[in-house]
C-alpha cells in the first residue's frame, strides 16, 4: 500500500511512528520538512523531487543478506535511470552519482532478532524535476536531478512504481547473489 502525503517532516521517520498491519507500505511525500542523510546529515527535500520510504516485513529473511539490501536499492535507482536514459554510477555505501554529482542518495535501516531480518527500511531520495538552485548554496554545486541532466519533466507516481518494481524483482532473484555482485561491481564510481 502507498500513502501519499503533501507534507511530512521525514517518511523513515512517519514510517516507524505508525503501525501499519501490512508487508509491504510506502510512505511517498511530496515535501518533507526534516529530511534525513545518513550521518545524521539534513536532506533538502523541495518540490518536485521523489521522497519515500519502504517498509518491508519479509517472511523469511536471514541476517547475512543483509549487505544485498544496500546493493539492491542502489542497483534498483541505477536501472530506474538507465530506463530513462540517464547513466549513474555508484558511490558506496549507496550514494548515486551522475556526472560527478549526487542525483540520490539512499536510507537504510533494519530490524533484526535473532538470525531474522524483522523489518527493512528503505528511505530513497531522488531529485527529478526539482531545481538545484533552491538547495542551499553548499548544495548546490555536488547536487544533480534528472530534469537538469535530460531537461524533461518526470512523473513521480510512474518513477515510484518502477523502482519500487525493481526492489523486489531484486528480492524476488536474492539467490543469484553472483549477478548482484556484478552489476555491483560494474557500476561503482572511480573504479
Ligand atoms: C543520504 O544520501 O545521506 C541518504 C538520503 C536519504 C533521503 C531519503 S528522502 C526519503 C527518506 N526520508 C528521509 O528523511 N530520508 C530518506
Known amino acids: ?5 503533501d507534507e511530512v517532516e521525514s517518511t523513515s521517520d512517519l514510517i516507524k511512528s505508525i503501525n501499519i498491519p ?3 507500505v510506502v510512505i511517498w511525500a511530496d515535501t518533507q520538512t526534516k529530511g534525513r542523510g545518513r550521518k545524521k546529515r539534513d536532506w533538502s527535500s523541495p518540490q518536485g523531487g521523489l521522497w519515500f520510504t519502504l517498509l518491508w516485513i519479509p517472511d523469511n529473511f536471514s541476517r547475512e543478506f543483509l549487505p544485498y ?3 539492491i536499492s542502489a542497483l534498483s535507482v541505477v536501472d530506474l535511470l538507465l530506463e530513462y536514459g540517464i547513466s549513474p554510477k555508484v558511490k558506496p555505501p549507496n550514494d548515486i552519482y551522475v556526472n560527478g554529482k549526487k542525483i540520490a542518495g539512499i ?3 533494519t530490524e ?3 538470525e531474522n531480518v524483522e ?3 528503505i528511505g530513497i531520495g531522488l531529485n527529478v524535476n526539482n531545481q538545484i538552485k533552491v538547495f542551499e548554496k553548499s548544495v548546490q554545486d555536488i547536487a544533480i ?3 537538469s541532466v535530460i531537461g524533461k519533466e518526470y512523473k513521480l507516481d510512474e518513477l515510484l512504481y518502477k523502482v519500487l518494481d525493481f526492489i ?3 528480492f524476488e532473484k536474492e539467490i543469484d547473489r553472483s549477478f548482484i555482485d556484478k552489476r555491483w561491481h560494474n557500476i561503482l564510481l572511480n573504479k
Open 1 to 5: 500500500m502507498i500513502y501519499h502525503y
Open 22 to 24: 501490512e508487508k509491504k
Open 69 to 71: 539490501i544496500v546493493k
Open 107 to 109: 536510507l537504510i535501516d
Open 112 to 114: 533484526i532478532k535473532a
Open 119 to 121: 523489518k527493512i527500511y
Open 145 to 147: 536531478s534528472m530534469t
Open 168 to 170: 523486489f524483482d531484486y
